[in-house]
């Protein structure tokens, strides 16, 4: 056998792959990707603004039916106080409604994976749930929660919980027996291997739950909203509506529209830093 | 018969007429069964270097788990110093065939995993691995994670995390197998200083009957499936050999004749 150590040999076979590493310019080719996949949508909206605005003034469409973007846009700067402070409110039942049922999720689907007999007795429920339509038991929260957050927090939170759990089951079931069985060769016991392999393992999953949930609270707590509030941008949306203030309505809808994106981009960025394994490159 | 012992000395593993078989692909609960091993006794002495060789599917890996305390026999003892080992997990540092490395740890969280299980201090455990990974060719690896490297190193990062368990016996399941043949040389020359320079006791698998000559002490020959010693040989002398030396000639050539079946006089 050959005298060089198996460091001087490593090195010279492997030196390549080191150069893998990051690179200049590598920004730039990453902006221009974006842009080349944002730049068809961005287009295709502008084109059906500007054809949207085109038709209502052809035609003379009156504004309490259609109003044209342009004024929609008006009321957008000129009520931005009232909407944003709405908007806040609106967001504020999103995220706790969402909170909660992320921490009761996670805490169920841990249970579910834990125990057969929770998993028997509990797991069958979660699945039949489904088949109750939230929305019609919204009247009912309004009535045992009041007029408050707290019937759109429960409404937020109660359509947002079943994709958490299922989820979450999934993945902490989804975890490679190789590796939970390399574990115990180790000696590790239950709890560790809960939190070195099954919880990694199903964070992939968990974040595709959540990226789901978080768009869909926003629907729950605005039609919790709907069905009687005080403040929030859906009871804006049902005066305006009801005083045929459309462009009114547009507006809630745009803030609804831009908070269920921005929740989105938060989770997809939230993944992004907790998952530095799956990110492009690293693969 | 004296090839059937270690050299006298202490055995550090005991493997007793072990046997084991599987549930057939897709059987039911009592219905047709693989056996994977069926009555294997060896025994591996203290400091010694022993090869398992045998046809793919004759149940070596089998009995690496079964010796790691992954399963327990269907019949038959396991003891490592005396002590039975039936199901007793966390005893010997055990390199599985496949280098099942967490997608989810970097390089050096990988190579770490072993020592944290055990306790060990998280600085030190960080600064042993380092040492390792730099010694085995990773230096510069240590934050990428397994997705970006090659099979070989990934197998490099695998051994590096089984040989800092602190055990004495070491499992080894083709720990080469991914590896060109330069890199190779140089890991085989590390696990012989391994063993003199720290005792080890090691159990090592391979295919390659030139690896297994050129390293080993002894070496079982194992049957088609169900798995059983077919034969034992003890390697010249103890010592580094070269490929081309004449005892090493005879004995691979001996070695691919009972691994092809033909019956040998010594057995
Ligand atoms: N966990 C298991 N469940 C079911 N069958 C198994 C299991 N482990 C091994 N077997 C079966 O036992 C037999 C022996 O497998 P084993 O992996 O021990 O072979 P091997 O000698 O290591 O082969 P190779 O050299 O290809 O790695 C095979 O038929 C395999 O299908
Ligand atoms: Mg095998």
């Known amino acids: 056998m050959s005298a060089l150590s198996p460091r001087q040999i490593a090195k010279t076979t492997l030196g390549a792959a080191r150069a893998r590493g990051a690179r200049p310019g590598r920004l730039l080719r990453r902006a221009g990707a974006w842009w080349r996949q944002a730049a068809p949508p961005a287009g295709l909206i502008a084109v059906l603004i500007a054809g949207w605005e085109w038709a209502v003034r052809a ?4 504004p309490y039916i259609l109003p044209p973007p342009s004024q929609i846009a008006a009321v957008l700067i000129a009520d931005r106080a009232i909407l944003l402070g709405d908007a ?10 969402f909170a909660v049922a992320f921490v009761v999720g996670v805490a169920l689907a841990l249970a579910i994976v834990s125990s057969r007999t929770v998993e028997r007795a509990v797991y069958p429920l979660v699945i039949a749930s489904q088949t109750v339509p939230v929305f019609a038991i919204a009247p009912l929260l309004i009535v045992w929660f009041g007029y408050g957050m707290a019937s759109k927090v429960a409404m937020a939170a109660l359509i947002v919980f079943f994709p958490i759990v299922v989820n979450t089951v999934d993945g902490l079931r989804a975890a490679d027996e190789d590796l939970v069985n390399l574990l115990r060769i180790l000696g590790a016991g239950r709890r560790r291997i809960l939190l070195t392999i099954r919880i990694p393992a199903a964070l992939p999953f968990v974040f595709s739950g959540v990226r789901i949930a978080v768009a869909t609270s926003v629907i729950g707590a605005v039609i919790g909203e709907w069905v009687g509030a005080t403040r929030g941008l859906g009871f804006d949306m049902i005066h305006a509506n009801a005083q045929l203030h459309i462009d009114r309505v547009f507006a809630a809808i745009v803030y609804l529209s831009v908070m269920a994106l921005a929740l989105f981009g938060a989770v997809s960025a939230l993944e992004w830093a907790a998952l530095p394994w799956r990110r492009e490159g690293t693969r | 018969m004296s090839q059937n012992h270690a050299r006298g000395e202490r055995a550090k593993l005991e493997v007793c007429g072990v046997a084991k078989r599987f549930p057939a692909a897709g059987a039911a609960a009592g219905g047709p069964w693989v056996e ?7 025994s591996v002495a203290e400091h010694e270097f022993v090869t398992l060789l045998g046809p793919s599917g004759c149940g070596k890996s089998t009995l690496c788990n079964i010796v790691a305390g992954l399963f327990r026999p269907d019949a038959g003892t396991v003891r490592l110093d005396g002590a039975l080992i039936d199901g007793t997990r966390g005893r010997v540092a ?3 065939q496949k280098d099942l490395l967490l997608p989810w740890r970097t390089v050096l969280g990988n190579a770490t995993l072993g020592l944290e299980v055990q306790g060990v201090d998280r600085a030190v455990a960080r600064a042993e691995a380092r040492d390792l990974l730099r010694e085995f060719g990773l230096e510069g690896f ?14 490099r990062v695998a051994l590096v995390r089984t040989l800092l368990c602190r055990r004495e016996m070491l499992v080894l399941d083709e720990p080469f197998g991914a590896l060109d043949a330069m890199t190779r040389a140089a890991m085989q020359e590390y696990l012989l200083r391994l063993r003199s320079e720290f005792h080890r006791t090691v159990l090592f698998i391979t295919h390659d009957v030139e690896e297994a000559v050129l390293l080993s002490d002894r070496i079982y020959v194992l049957t088609d499936r169900p798995g059983r010693v077919r034969a034992v040989r003890r390697a010249p002398e103890p010592g580094p050999r070269r490929a081309t030396d004449p005892e090493v000639v005879r004995l691979k050539a001996e070695i691919l004749d009972l691994l092809r ?7």
């Open chain 1, 59 to 62: 035609f003379g469409v009156p």
């Open chain 1, 88 to 97: 806040t409110v609106t967001l504020a039942e999103v995220l706790l409604g």
């Open chain 2, 36 to 42: 994977a091993l069926a009555g294997v006794s060896m």
């Open chain 2, 94 to 96: 055990y390199m599985q």
């Open chain 2, 142 to 155: 240590e934050a990428a994670y397994p997705a970006a490297l090659s099979g070989g190193m990934r197998q």
């Open chain 2, 261 to 267: 079946g033909v019956p040998a006089g010594a057995d």
